[in-house]
């Protein structure tokens, strides 16, 4: 399969308006997948309680941090999302010199949950996802097919102060922290040369595989990519479309502004085909932590005709259950082996009036217009209720998400 997939984004002041940091990504999957949007309490654990992961069981921590997800209705992990102290962490899928095709173990989206549920700022995120990478490694089929599709990962992970990339290769990795401007990364490794934390033999296991003099600079992405530096900068290519279109805002970044890059198809952002933009996902997260985070998602397939839904942290918030697919518990074909025998439908209530709506827009021009006016109309609606938005009154917000999507469902029935 061709290394094909995902942009993941974030800004920071002074690329962004206000004092705030805005992250966001698409999540770039095989089109028949259906992804949700599920919330996760926070919760404490008793002392020798395990996780099952997708694939492996691994030990529990004793407190989990509230988590809002944007994931694969098949696998426990995600392919984004944020905790209640709003760092946010997207993955990417990358290949290198080093082979990924390992026993089951961590997948990416295992770690980017893991990461959101045990850490309350960026770096120690990083450490939490390097840690269990150590312990645990990374490996398993990434989709739910018998063909096995394989890949390392890097990740996109921010706070309220700054953003860290963490690129990795089997059990070997590489972060860099972000202060400020902007940054995109899409499935090429990207660390060059400034690289703020390692993993201990990193280096010394290049050398050891000879792709690396030991003399040289070190440079991560030159060092562990199949592709050359030349390469990742290449023009057309969507790391580097990315990274143009977030230059030309560069100042006055919004969550709007982010919606618009998500939604671009032209670049191939917003992905069409086999492998298509099945969920996005914006966040934006002001520098004073007195003011409440905005996590919009759509829950939906290809941005350009989806609506982004806002959810907030509060005390109580309710399960997201028009965005959550139903559990087949232990008799889930991904849990038998030899997995995958069969695909059950995982289609939410949202995915189910999405489907149909989507099917008119693609059949009535003049109709499927104006239904993509209404959807850009509620949209709007929820940026700028969003605008002076207070968690003074967190009963009024327990439900935010959940209402959005209702008035989302009503819009299409009536269409």
Known sequence: MLPSSCDTFVALPPSTEGQSIVFGKNSDRPCDEVQEVVYFPAKDY??????????????????????????????????????????????????????????????????????????????????????????????????????????????????????????????????????????????????????????????????????????????????????????????????????????QSNGHITAEVMMQILRDKDSGINMEGMFMTTGSMVSVIPTNPALPAVHYFTGTPDPQRSVFKPFIFVENAHLLKETSSHSFGPDDPVKKKPRFQSKPDRKHPLFVKHEVVTAIIDTYKDRGQKIIESMRQLEKENLKKMEGVSIDEPDLLVDLFSLSVQEEMSLYSKS
């Open 46 to 247: 008793p002392a020798e309680e395990k996780v099952e992961c997708t694939y492996i069981e691994i030990e529990q921590v004793a407190h989990t941090y509230a988590v809002v997800l944007s994931k694969p209705a098949w696998l426990w992990g995600a392919e984004m999302g944020a905790n209640e102290h709003q760092v946010c962490i997207g993955n990417e899928a990358v290949w290198g010199r080093e082979s990924a095709d390992g026993e089951e173990a961590l997948l990416g989206m295992d770690l980017v949950r893991l990461g959101l549920e045990r850490a309350n700022t960026a770096e120690k995120a990083v450490n939490v996802i390097t840690e269990l990478l150590e312990k645990y490694g990374q490996g398993g089929s990434c989709m739910e097919d018998e063909c096995n599709f394989t890949y390392h990962n890097s990740f996109l992970i921010s706070d309220r102060v700054e953003a860290w990339l963490l690129e990795t290769s089997g059990k070997y990795w590489a972060a860099e922290r972000i202060q400020g401007g902007h940054r995109n990364i899409s499935n090429q490794y990207c660390i060059t040369t400034k690289i703020d934390k390692e993993h201990p033999g990193m280096r010394e296991y290049a050398r050891s595989k000879g792709w690396w003099d030991g003399k040289t600079e070190f440079n991560f992405a030159a060092v562990y990519s199949y592709l050359t530096t030349a390469r990742i900068e290449s023009a057309g290519s969507r790391y580097c479309e990315g990274k143009k279109l977030l230059e």
